[in-house]
């Protein structure tokens, strides 16, 4: 089985920054896609940013230029640098993480507990 802690989250003002991380341990032979969503109060989950194992990322519009994701495949970590947050980033973030499955040859999808970021004056 695979686990992932998410750690980083909180209550930041306008304009501030966090950096969130997923941290996966257990039985990791080899992580594809890494990724980030997000769920707001009433609102669906919505993916934010991902990253391949080859490094090509892609985001969300209203995230482009104030969010950056990387991972560091040595610690089985996925980073998420929230900047110049506005209150309408304020949700609780979940990281996605896809591990290889030895017995059934497929990758599987695996979800951090999430942490919840608030952007309040």
Not at 8 to 18: A, M
Not at 70 to 92: F, G, H, I, M, N
Request: glycine letters at 12%; a neutral charge.
């Amino acid at each position: 089985q695979v686990q992932l802690v998410e750690s980083g989250g909180g209550l930041v003002q306008p304009g501030g920054s966090l950096r969130l991380s997923c941290a996966a341990s257990g039985r990791i032979v080899s992580i594809n896609d890494m990724g980030w969503y997000r769920q707001a109060p009433g609102k669906q989950r919505e993916l934010v940013a991902a990253i391949t194992r080859g490094g090509h990322t892609n985001y969300e519009d209203s995230v482009k230029g104030r969010f950056t994701i990387s991972r560091d495949d040595a610690k089985s970590t996925v980073y998420l640098q929230l900047s110049s947050l506005k209150p309408e980033d304020t949700a609780v973030y979940y990281c996605n993480v896809e591990v290889w499955n030895l017995g059934s040859g497929m990758f599987d999808d695996y979800w951090g507990q999430g942490t919840r970021v608030t952007v309040s004056s």
